[in-house]
Structure formats: structure tokens, C-alpha cells
């Protein structure tokens, strides 16, 4: 079946541009994270999402970073006024529930600001 | 919250021998403890999970050991291979509540051949 999916895979944006980032979960998954990689770096939790209840966004980095997610569907990432330390690979996960199952990550969008 | 240590942080082995990563997690209520591999840019991907209710387990080359009195859990990769080489990150997360799973830094590990 299908994966994950993440668009774009590419993304460079000017210093001070919005970017809107995606993620398809695998059907059927009702949690969903996001978590942002620097280069040499590991995972640094940005957001997660489980079913119908509050999301935790106790990981964004600034009110400049948001994220929707529409029932258990599609998810976005919005980076508002993009900076260059914004730079980074920005991988998405989705399981089965929150917590005790294996994460199926995203193949990542890089994203460039310039 | 939970926070979990993960040591070293570069690992260089000659192959065909052992290699070993070690994590600490703070909370004691955590009882699900997965390793991902992510190999040069790619995505990570499980290799082997951990559940609190047994102290060992293994899959061919890799093992993982769980110490719930301690709180530390360790990889065990033996009879290591070029293609071992990559970035392990170990994580630590439980049922009930929220569920986030906090993952350690990673460790970089290098086979040589």
C-alpha cells in the first residue's frame, strides 16, 4: 500500500515568504507528526496530532510556525515570514495510534531559504 | 516531561564487530522503546522496538536490552556490515495521556570495512 507522502519534496523560498508544507499520512493512521531535521541533526519535535483531540504543539519553535490537520487526512505545515535558520528538512510521521506503535515517516521536504 | 539521553554520539567500528548504543530515558511510566535507522538521505525506519514487559529482544544481528530499574535500554548490532552503517536514534514513549514519542539526538555509526 501506499506510504506516506510529503510535498513538495523540493522547496526554496525568499527570507520573509510563507510556505505551506504537506503531508498524506497512510490511511487509517490517527496520529500524525512533524518533526524538523537540520543538517547532521536529529529529530526535533515540531507537532503531533492524535484523532480528534487537541493537538500537541508544545515543539513549535515560534507562533511563526502552525499546522492544521483535517480529521485523520492530509495534514499542513505553515511557516509564516520564513528566516534562514527555517532551513531544514521537514519530515512528517503517521501510525496507527499516538505512542506505542512504529512511525512510518515521510520522505522529507527540504526546505531552502535564501 | 520525558527526556532521553542517547551516548555516544559518533560510533566508528572495523567490521564484523560489535557496535552498541546506549539510551537513558527521566520517566518511569514510559514502556515502549523503538530504534530507527536512518541511512545518508533517506527517511528513518524501525529496526527493532522494545515493550516493558521483557527485558530482551532480538532479530538476527541486532538486539535490544531494556533495564526498566535503571531506565537505560541499549542496541547491539554484532558481526557489523558496511551497510549498518547510518544514524540511530532510540525513543522512548508510553500509553495513556499523551503519547509523544521523544527520540534521542542519534548516533552516527561508521563500519569500516
Known amino acids: 500500500g501506499a506510504g506516506v507522502s510529503q510535498s513538495p519534496s523540493n522547496k526554496v523560498t525568499e527570507k520573509g515568504k510563507d510556505v505551506e508544507l504537506r503531508c498524506d499520512p497512510i490511511?487509517?493512521?490517527?496520529?500524525l507528526y512533524w518533526y524538523r531535521q537540520r543538517l547532521g541533526q536529529g529529530l526535533e519535535f515540531l507537532i503531533y496530532f492524535q484523532g480528534n483531540s487537541a493537538p500537541d504543539k508544545s515543539g513549535l519553535p515560534s507562533d511563526r510556525f502552525s499546522a492544521e490537520r483535517t480529521g485523520e487526512s492530509v495534514s499542513t505545515l505553515t511557516i509564516q515570514r520564513t528566516q534562514q535558520e527555517d532551513s531544514a528538512v521537514y519530515l512528517c510521521?503517521?501510525?496507527?495510534?499516538?505512542?506505542?506503535?512504529?512511525?512510518?515517516f515521510g520522505p522529507g521536504t527540504r526546505l531552502t531559504v535564501t | 516531561g520525558e527526556n532521553v539521553e542517547q551516548h555516544p554520539s559518533t560510533l566508528s567500528v572495523q567490521e564484523g564487530d560489535s557496535a552498541v548504543i546506549k539510551c537513558t530515558y527521566s520517566?518511569?511510566?514510559?514502556?515502549?522503546f523503538p530504534w530507527y535507522k536512518q541511512e545518508l538521505g533517506k527517511r528513518p525506519q524501525l529496526i527493532i522496538d522494545i515493550r516493558s514487559n521483557v527485558g530482551e529482544k532480538k532479530d538476527q544481528r541486532i538486539a535490544v536490552t531494556l533495564n526498566k530499574t535503571a531506565k537505560h535500554f541499549s542496541l547491539h548490532i554484532t558481526e557489523t556490515q558496511p551497510e549498518d552503517s547510518a544514524v540511530y536514534f532510540c525513543?522512548?514513549?508510553?500509553?495513556?495521556?499523551?503519547?509523544?514519542?521523544?527520540f534521542g539526538i542519534g548516533t552516527k555509526l561508521q563500519v569500516i570495512p
Open positions: 510521521a503517521s501510525s496507527l495510534a499516538a505512542g506505542i506503535y512504529e512511525q512510518y
Open positions: 520517566d518511569s511510566a514510559s514502556n515502549y
Open positions: 525513543a522512548a514513549s508510553k500509553t495513556g495521556g499523551y503519547q509523544k514519542v521523544t
Open positions: 490511511s487509517g493512521h490517527t496520529a
